[in-house]
């Protein structure tokens, strides 16, 4: 499966705020991606947001709406596999 990491970058640093911070952020992407909340599923990390994202075709859409949202350090495209060496290889 397809997956957008998003990287808070600067968030990290808010010390006691961190947290209103990153789900202030989470919430405003939900809002750019509404009309993909079929599609996608957001896995909340310490340091990243992954976007689970259903139907492939909809990856460079995505990323493009997400480029200029405030807060994102980055997105990099990526693939969940199972824990096991010989999935990981394939897809390296």
């Known amino acids: 499966?397809?997956?957008?990491?998003?990287?808070?970058?600067?968030?990290?640093?808010?010390?006691?705020?961190r947290e209103f911070f990153v789900n202030k952020l989470i919430q405003n992407i939900k809002i750019k991606?509404?009309?993909y909340k079929d599609d996608i599923k957001y896995i909340k990390d310490f340091n990243s947001l992954s976007i689970e994202v259903g139907d492939e075709k909809l990856i460079n859409?995505?990323?493009v709406r997400l480029q200029d949202a405030f807060?994102?350090?980055s997105l990099s495209i990526s693939e969940r596999v199972e824990n096991d060496v010989d999935q990981i290889k394939s897809k390296c």
């Not at 968030?11 to 705020?17: D, I, P, R």
């Open 1 to 17: 499966m397809k997956v957008i990491i998003v990287r808070y970058g600067e968030l990290t640093l808010k010390g006691k705020n």
């Open 33 to 35: 991606l509404r009309n």
């Open 61 to 63: 859409e995505i990323i």
């Open 71 to 73: 807060g994102i350090y």
